[in-house]
């Protein structure tokens, strides 16, 4: 066994009167070792390329205008496919997007404030917004739903959008 090489150990237990009792009639252990063929390409290739072509780019937001606020802001909705699952409020100051407050349900139900985000010259907003509200997870703060949702319908009743109403997934049961 090298250096590098990965070692796993499992053995059957079962637990009496608070006490683990070990089986050792049924240990097993692996050895699975590094491939240095395989770390040669990871090197070569860079392991984030390798892990982008693997996983994809994760979660993509679709990030659609709402409308303007009475004081200039701008409410957008954030989307996955076609399920409304956030709301952001932003004001354009110069080559900079400043996002005041958002809040996303899903896939973790998150909320973030005062961010800074350039914008080039004719980059349209909504495709800035959707490229970097990924980062924005990076520094949000992980929050209940409910604390969430009353964030992304405050937001919407600011442009006298309809608020989000709470999804409501049964699991199918099977007859018997």
């Known amino acids: 066994v090298d250096k590098g090489d ?22 097993s252990i692996e050895v699975f070792r590094r491939d240095k063929e395989i770390d040669n390409i990871v090197r070569s290739l860079g392991g984030a390329i390798l892990w982008q072509e693997a996983f994809g780019k994760g979660v993509e937001y679709q990030v659609v205008k709402l409308g303007e606020t009475l004081d200039g802001d701008l409410v957008y909705t954030l989307k996955l496919g076609d399920e409304e699952v956030g709301s952001l409020v932003v004001t354009r100051l110069d080559n900079e997007l400043f996002i005041k407050k958002g809040a996303i349900l899903h896939p973790s139900p998150m909320v973030f404030e005062r961010l800074r985000i350039s914008i080039q010259e004719g980059e349209s907003p909504e495709s800035v917004l959707a490229q970097k509200i990924l ?12 604390e969430a949702r009353k964030i992304v319908n405050y937001l919407r009743e600011r442009v006298m959008t309809p608020p989000l109403e709470r999804k409501v997934y049964e699991e199918s049961q099977e007859e018997s």
């Open 135 to 146: 980062e924005a997870q990076k520094i949000g703060r992980h929050v209940a739903e409910e």
């Open 6 to 27: 990965v070692v796993r150990i499992r053995i059957d237990y079962q637990i009496e009167g608070g006490k683990i009792i070990w089986d050792p009639s049924r240990l």
